[in-house]
């Protein structure tokens, strides 16, 4: 069962939706070999209206088939084009016992910035940097800080 969500519908259950990480998958050939270093992106996106079991606030996982990744600030508001939210049915097993679980499942068309001011960019050069953010020692830091 897909269920197409449009603006309203993404904004009555999941609210103002920003993005917090991705993970990019390679495309690879029938022969093992990689065809294109992006064949998909995963992205995390905070939805503070969603409810996973008994948790108001989460994140959801969207899967979006393209080949660029993504230049939107970390913590940036984003817009969902063509979001189809798309669950299924698995099995979990404990010890003896098994019940029916429902799996959310999000795709999307595009994730795209909401505003100009979530797009990653460079103030000298004006050029949409991919990563804005760098690690050091467990703590973020934004450049120039």
Do not use: H
């Not at 994140?59 to 669950?87: C, F, M, S, W």
């Not at 679980?101 to 004006?126: H, Q």
């Amino acid at each position: 069962m897909k269920v197409p969500m449009d603006e309203k519908a993404i904004e009555k259950t999941l609210g103002e939706v920003r993005f917090i990480g991705r993970k990019i998958s390679k495309k690879y050939g029938d022969n093992g070999e990689v065809i294109q270093e992006v064949g998909s992106v995963t992205f995390d996106i905070g939805a503070p209206l969603y409810e996973s079991g008994n948790k108001e606030g989460s994140t959801i996982e969207v899967k979006v088939e393209t080949d660029e990744p993504p230049k939107i600030k970390p913590y940036g508001r984003v817009k969902l084009k063509g979001l189809v939210y798309d669950p299924y049915a698995t099995v979990q097993n404990m010890r003896d016992s098994s019940r029916g679980v429902i799996v959310d499942r999000f795709t999307a068309d595009a994730i795209l910035p909401l505003t100009d001011d979530d797009k990653i960019v460079d103030e000298e050069t004006g050029e949409i940097n991919e990563k804005p953010v760098f690690e050091t020692g467990g703590k973020t830091k934004q450049p120039g800080k």
